[in-house]
């Protein structure tokens, strides 16, 4: 069911508007202490806002105006956090079975909720398992199954995947895959694999407020903070555009128009972003001097950044050249070559053809 939350909590900094309309799942991305959590609680009951107003499913959770604040269990919404907190002395379905229990259920007609729900997790060979006989992934199983069980409105995930190891979270990923389909759900991950199997859409929290929002795809390909963009593994450059020439500090690309979105306002602050295996390296400066129109891909004294080696990381079969907030990729055979190491000054060739330019204003949807 649609939920329309407005939430204001001034002790964490929080200020937050967001809606989910039904039968949607939006991922909740940013970094630590953005809020993330604290907005989850607000949903759940688990704490109460300083201001604000939430509906879900026509449903008011709280209003703080009129003085409304429904308990926890009578919100319709059921939570699945990084822990699968079961009761250690009931077995797996009878702690699948509680839920329904507590709201009134007959015995027989809740074990066979909790036998269905059990089914539905991929956890139907463990009801009789006590929670210590199980492993983290078939925990976090059991859990899912009893969040399902209390048939929410709304399914919170908080960095459901975060506790599990290597081989269980691709696992569980993959059941909440099948089981979010047509579910109203909100999932906090730090995960940029979670936003794209999992989400409609995206939204980025930072410093209390939602910064970024939009279908993952999108959000990825254009991000709007450094968090997001070292999410997509992308050099994020704020500057500003000049009709076709982008103008960042320590450069300026110019580029065909087909290379740069055209219409546009000069002067704007906009962004530009590009891939670390777009940046050719070299220790000496590529600049040859060159006529007034540049290509892409060649080096001329514009597209050329003088840079200091920060760090130097692998990245798959790739070494990652940190240069302050700014990243190349280049094959270790080239690393070698290079001789490279932190405090060397060196040149990065920009390659205005594998930049994406887009103006700095948040989308107005979020
Ligand atoms: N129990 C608490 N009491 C007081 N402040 C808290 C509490 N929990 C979190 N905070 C503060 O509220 C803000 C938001 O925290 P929150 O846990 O919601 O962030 P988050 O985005 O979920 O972070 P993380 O990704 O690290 O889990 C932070 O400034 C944090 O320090």
Redesign the pocket.
Known sequence: MRLDLRAVLP????DVTLEIAAGETVALL????????????LIAGLLQPGAGRAELGGRVLFDVDEGVLLPPHRRGTALLAQEPLLFPHLSAEENVAFGPRSAGIPRREARTAARYWLEQADAGGLASRKPAELSGGQAQRVALARALAAEPSLLLL??PMAALDVHSAPLLRRLLSRVLVERTALI?T?DVLDALMLADRVLV?QG?RIVEGGPPGEVLRQPRSRFTASLAGLNLVEGSRSGNSFRARGFEVQCASAAAPGQLLDEEEWFAAFPPSSVLVSVTDPAAPAGPAHCAGQAHAGNVLRVTVTDLEPRGDRIRVGAGELAADISPAEAADLALRPGQEIFFTLDALAMAFYPAQTSPIL
């Open positions: 002790e964490r900094g929080l940013g970094p630590n202490g953005a809020g993330k959590s604290t907005v989850v609680s908080d960095e906090v730090h929290m209390g």
